[in-house]
């Protein structure tokens, strides 16, 4: 699977962001989503998953809990990443990920989308 991701940008301390993968294919309802993102200097590290088909579980990282969403419309083939009262520290670049498992560890991811960048700064 092909995976497409877009949104990025800069926003100031609190603001919102919304990124998007889009899937190419006819089975992305069959594959668990997820987000994870690679700040400079640093691994890269898990943000939030989401089951496949429709069975809506989801997981984030504690330092995400509350303040992101993910979500998925299998008829768009597409994965959303909701992101509100942003900090300096998300700054990083987000990639889309895509597998069989629910990916909370870069190794159980099976396919990669290219990163978007955000940057949180006033």
């Known amino acids: 699977v092909q995976l497409q991701a877009s949104g990025g940008g800069l926003v100031q301390p609190g603001g919102s962001l919304r990124l998007s993968c889009a899937a190419a294919?006819?089975?992305?309802?069959?594959?668990?989503m997820g987000w994870f993102r690679q700040a400079p200097g640093k691994e890269r590290e898990f943000v939030s998953s989401?089951?496949?088909?429709?069975?809506?579980?989801?997981d984030y990282a504690d330092s995400v809990k509350g303040r992101f969403t993910i979500s998925r419309d299998n008829a768009k083939n597409t994965v959303y990443l909701q992101m509100n009262s942003l900090k300096p520290e998300d700054t990083a670049v987000y990639y889309c990920?895509?597998?069989?498992?629910?990916?909370?560890?870069?190794?159980?991811?099976?396919?990669w989308g290219q990163g978007t960048q955000v940057t949180v700064s006033s």
């Open positions: 990920a895509a597998g069989r498992l629910m990916a909370t560890a870069t190794w159980m991811v099976d396919y």
């Open positions: 294919g006819r089975t992305f309802s069959s594959y668990a």
């Open positions: 989401i089951t496949r088909w429709d069975r809506g579980t989801t």
